[in-house]
């Protein structure tokens, strides 16, 4: 018997093969961890976008509150005292550093996924000073950055001294639609 020296062919392609193996299992590795990267990211920013939603409502009860004016003032579209409508976007207003409350004047913002389809509730961020802001048209291109994200807030009746604050963010990644939802009792306790 003769002592060979070397690899034979077969065992030349089965080392490759193992090889190959472990490379595709280190790039599928590698993307999965990427993309559970980016997934963490947008969670976390929309969880931001959702939390200012609720921060600006209590700022307009506790603004309301310092102005000896009703706690719940603008918290809703009313009608002859009922709050008809209670579902709205939040708009900043840079020239004096106020958000509004714009409950629109259509059905479009029922739900944030009617919202979003229709293009009612998108943030956009303002290329000048970096704040984040709704509106109900396309704001120009040339000051404004439309974002991934949409959120819609809806301020629930629950009695005479409570509300329910309801902020909803959503976005799509990749062909797949994601969504965040908080929600926060708030009360007159004056």
Partial sequence: MKNKKGFTLIELIVAL?????LTVAIMNISISSINADSKSTFKAIATNIAREGIEVILNIRDSNWIMSDYWDNGLCL?????????????IFNTSNNTWQLDFGSDNNTENIDSCSINEQCIIYKDLGNKSLTQSRTELDDLY???????RLVT??????NHRKII???LWNERGEEYKIKLERDIYDWR
């Fill in 17 to 21: 093969s193992i090889a190959m193996m």
């Fill in 155 to 160: 301020i629930e009746v629950i009695d005479e």
């Fill in 78 to 90: 009313e009608s002859e005292n009922i709050c008809e409508d209670t579902t709205a976007i939040l």
């Fill in 144 to 150: 404004y950055e439309k974002t991934f994200f949409n």
């Fill in 167 to 169: 902020s909803e963010v």
